[in-house]
């Protein structure tokens, strides 16, 4: 079946850091992929997304990139800030289908 | 509010109790999903709706749980005879998408805990 396999986590980082939270998937065809953020005590949310490959999703200084090479949609923000401390979770979704299939989610705590 | 409610926010069930969680969705919006999250873990999906029609129940776990969306708006999540393992976060989402392909749109979720 389809899945999503996230970094392990906690990731804690300083202000102004550079953030790598890694992403791949395993799908048969070629899905959408989506970063979804979920700040405390709030739903989740869409943060970007890319719909084939080589598209680059960003949003907020966000910045991911759609990898059929190799399966992977890794989520970058080159320098990173308090308000970011969140739960980010990858998912995809098939182009037949409408569920999305989420990653296990990355807990990012950022410190002043 | 302009987003996607959910009630309770906190459920404590005994062992064996029923359950019903509710969704109001965006307003206008078509599609409807429920998903569950456990501990730690990133939402598994549950079912989707189309307006009133379920056109997929296939993530429900068990026949213990039942969806329903009888006028195509507010959606109903029942767990009968709620067992330990059903401790989760359940959280609904709507889109205005027809297909459900578009954006989802989330509540906080309704964290139900079994004793």
């Known amino acids: 079946g389809n899945s999503v396999t996230q970094m392990e986590g906690p990731v804690t980082l300083s202000e102004e850091a550079f953030l790598t939270i890694n992403c791949t998937y395993t799908a048969t065809g070629y899905p959408s992929l989506f970063w979804y953020v979920q700040y405390p005590g709030e739903g989740l949310q869409l943060l970007l997304k890319?719909?084939?490959?080589?598209d680059k999703g960003s949003n907020k200084g966000f910045e991911a990139t759609y990898r059929k090479e190799t399966t992977s949609f890794h989520l970058e923000k080159g320098s990173v800030q308090v308000s970011d401390s969140a739960v980010y979770f990858c998912?995809?979704?098939?182009?037949?289908?409408?569920?999305?299939?989420f990653g296990e989610g990355t807990q990012l705590t950022v410190n002043p | 509010g302009a987003g996607v409610s959910q009630s309770p926010r906190y459920k404590v069930a005994k062992r064996g109790q029923d359950v019903a969680l509710r969704c109001d969705p965006i307003?206008?919006?078509?599609?409807l999903f429920w998903y569950q999250q456990a501990l730690g873990q990133g939402p598994e999906f549950l079912t989707y709706f189309q307006n009133e029609a379920q056109l997929d129940k296939s993530g429900l776990p068990s026949d213990r749980f039942f969806a329903e969306r009888p006028e195509g708006s507010v959606s109903t999540l029942k767990i009968q005879r709620t067992q330990q393992e059903d401790s989760a976060v359940y959280l609904c989402?709507?889109?205005?998408?027809?297909?459900?392909?578009?954006?989802?749109?989330f509540g906080e979720g309704s964290r139900l805990t079994v004793l």
């Open positions: 307003s206008g919006h078509v599609s």
């Open positions: 989402a709507s889109s205005p998408d027809r297909v459900g392909t578009g954006e989802l749109f």
């Open positions: 890319a719909t084939k490959a080589d």
């Open positions: 998912a995809l979704r098939m182009p037949s289908g409408s569920r999305l299939t």
